[in-house]
């Protein structure tokens, strides 16, 4: 059985000191909760204070992004060696990221190598945009998501796939339980012709997308989904919260 993970993408919110409320407010409810792994990705500028913060607990951490060289002269970026000493999630791939700057399939896949590489799990995010959905090619730009970012790619470590339609990003238009479920099913099956039954049983995939305390349920319920991947509400302690209960008390694995 796989444990589901709820994974907080704080976005570019937050100052440190808002973080240090944030992570303040839900750490202790967090904890207590053990069936569901709780992920929390602040901005870069407060990863080393969450760290700290979290520290002793059965909280983990996640960066929002990462760069793929392992040092050098790449001014402002991010490396690999740097996030594994602070965190266990990295979140690659994301709508917002591919959209606002223009990261390829290429690019994608040398994060992903890149974090693998130092022992990071990576949060892959996918998904089609609206007029891609309306034109009945979900399936086929997932498909091809997955071809360009794992190409290559033999082994997945501790993999996580996210998947996020565009138009439910941000938007409060939730996609349905249904079709998330049925979505995630094909990208399973597409998984499993690449690395077998046993790699895509253990995987990991999450649904994102408008993802509140008011519908979780719907998605959670669903047998395909592991979980989800949370922006606006988890900036909210008490959503956040009753995001990871709802999931616990539905998927009782542990
Ligand atoms: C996200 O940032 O990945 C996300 C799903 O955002 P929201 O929950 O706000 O739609």
């Known amino acids: 059985?796989?444990?589901?993970?709820?994974?907080?993408?704080?976005?570019?919110?937050t100052t440190v000191s808002e973080a240090?409320?944030?992570?303040?407010?839900?750490?202790?409810?967090?904890?207590?909760?053990?069936?569901?792994?709780?992920?929390?990705?602040p901005p870069f500028i407060s990863l080393a204070t969450v760290k700290e913060l979290i520290k002793g607990s059965s909280i983990k951490l996640g960066a929002q992004n990462i760069y793929f060289e392992e040092k050098g002269a790449y001014t402002g970026e991010i490396s690999p060696l740097m996030l594994a000493d602070l965190c266990e999630f990295v979140i690659i791939g994301h709508s917002e990221r591919r959209h606002y700057f223009n990261e390829s399939?290429?690019?994608?896949?040398?994060?992903?190598?890149?974090?693998?590489?130092?022992?990071?799990?990576?949060?892959?995010?996918?998904?089609?945009?609206?007029?891609?959905?309306?034109?009945?090619?979900?399936?086929?730009?997932?498909?091809?998501q997955l071809r360009s970012s794992l190409a290559g790619i033999d082994y997945l470590g501790g993999l996580v796939i996210a998947y996020e339609p565009v138009?439910?990003?941000?938007?409060?238009?939730?996609?349905?339980?249904?079709?998330?479920?049925?979505?995630?099913?094909?990208?399973?099956?597409?998984?499993?012709?690449?690395?077998?039954?046993?790699?895509?049983?253990?995987?990991?995939i999450l649904y994102g997308g408008s993802v509140t305390a008011d519908n979780t349920a719907e998605f959670i319920n669903q047998p395909e989904i592991d979980g989800a991947l949370v922006g606006g509400a988890s900036l909210k302690a008490s959503q956040f919260l009753s995001i990871v209960k709802q999931t616990s008390e539905i998927k009782q694995v542990r």
């Open 20 to 41: 240090i409320q944030l992570v303040n407010e839900m750490r202790q409810g967090l904890d207590e909760i053990d069936s569901v792994d709780k992920v929390i990705c």
């Open 105 to 144: 399939g290429e690019i994608v896949n040398k994060k992903i190598q890149a974090a693998l590489k130092v022992g990071l799990k990576p949060i892959l995010c996918i998904g089609e945009r609206l007029e891609e959905n309306e034109t009945g090619r979900t399936e086929e730009v997932v498909a091809e």
């Open 167 to 204: 138009w439910a990003i941000g938007t409060g238009k939730a996609a349905t339980g249904e079709w998330a479920n049925e979505t995630i099913g094909f990208i399973r099956r597409n998984i499993s012709q690449k690395y077998g039954k046993r790699v895509t049983q253990d995987l990991r």
């Open 1 to 13: 059985m796989r444990v589901a993970v709820i994974a907080g993408n704080c976005k570019m919110n």
